[in-house]
């Protein structure tokens, strides 16, 4: 990969971490509730799900899971009714006026790590861009280990600021909410995004 095809590909890696979809609202969503600093493990999960996929994508299999729609459909529709789950938790959750608490103990890492891979990997929009957008960066037929390499590391820094990024901005959001009513709509807000992130993912084809 040249240099300029590898900026080329951070850029529109980048794109795609902040394109509309399920992880995006998942991460509003947990930035709305708990600030910036708790989307990072379910970044680095959906992160990680991405690099998967590229991985396969280059060793040929993606070729492969094209002919896995029924797999697929499962996937969606399962990661779709988690989604619901998650989105009824929050807006059932109990008020919390401190804006600075955070859900940070390792439970809630390894499981915000674990939500943030099962969303990635259950997005058909994952699976299609690297099927279909990887091949216009690289030849799949001539990649050495290090061609690999580079790509998961760009692929990685790029979805990583996307994400928290977007993170920041709705964090910084969340603090214009100090009364009781103001965020029980946040708990509501959050949690509708959430259950629109699952229709979103069991609509895609």
Same mark, same amino acid.
């Given at each position: 990969?040249? @240099?300029?095809?590898?900026? &080329?590909?951070?850029?529109?890696? *980048?794109? *795609? #971490?902040? &394109?509309?979809?399920?992880? =995006? *609202?998942?991460?509003?969503?947990?930035?709305?509730?708990?600030?910036? !600093?708790?989307?990072?493990?379910?970044?680095?999960?959906?992160?990680?799900?991405?690099?998967?996929?590229? +991985?396969?994508?280059?060793?040929?299999?993606?070729?492969?899971?094209?002919?896995?729609?029924?797999?697929?459909?499962?996937?969606?529709? =399962?990661?779709?009714?988690?989604? =619901?789950?998650?989105?009824?938790?929050?807006? &059932?959750?109990? =008020?919390?006026?401190?804006?600075?608490?955070?859900? #940070?103990?390792?439970?809630? $890492? !390894?499981?915000? @790590?674990?939500?943030? *891979?099962?969303?990635?990997?259950?997005?058909?929009?994952?699976?299609? /861009?690297?099927?279909?957008?990887?091949? &216009? /960066?690289?030849?799949?037929?001539?990649?050495?280990?290090?061609?690999?390499?580079?790509?998961?590391?760009?692929? @990685?820094?790029?979805?990583?600021?996307?994400?928290?990024?977007?993170? +920041?901005?709705?964090? $910084?959001?969340?603090?214009? @909410?100090?009364?009781?009513?103001?965020? $029980?709509?946040?708990?509501?807000?959050? #949690?509708?995004?959430?259950?629109?992130?699952?229709?979103?993912?069991?609509? !895609?084809?």
């Amino acid at each position: 990969m040249s @240099f300029e095809s590898a900026l &080329t590909f951070l850029a529109a890696i *980048f794109i *795609f #971490g902040i &394109t509309p979809g399920p992880g =995006v *609202f998942a991460i509003l969503a947990r930035a709305l509730l708990h600030g910036a !600093r708790s989307c990072l493990a379910l970044s680095l999960g959906m992160i990680i799900s991405d690099i998967v996929y590229l +991985i396969a994508a280059c060793f040929g299999l993606a070729a492969i899971a094209t002919h896995w729609g029924e797999v697929f459909m499962v996937v969606r529709i =399962v990661g779709a009714m988690y989604l =619901v789950y998650l989105g009824y938790l929050m807006w &059932t959750a109990p =008020v919390n006026l401190d804006v600075g608490a955070s859900s #940070g103990d390792q439970q809630s $890492k !390894r499981m915000g @790590f674990l939500q943030g *891979f099962l969303i990635s990997a259950s997005n058909p929009k994952v699976i299609l /861009f690297y099927i279909a957008f990887l091949p &216009t /960066f690289m030849d799949l037929t001539v990649l050495s280990a290090a061609d690999i390499a580079l790509a998961s590391g760009l692929t @990685f820094v790029g979805l990583l600021a996307g994400l928290m990024l977007i993170a +920041i901005f709705a964090s $910084k959001a969340r603090n214009w @909410f100090k009364s009781e009513r103001a965020m $029980k709509g946040l708990n509501r807000s959050a #949690g509708s995004l959430m259950i629109g992130a699952a229709g979103y993912l069991a609509s !895609r084809s």
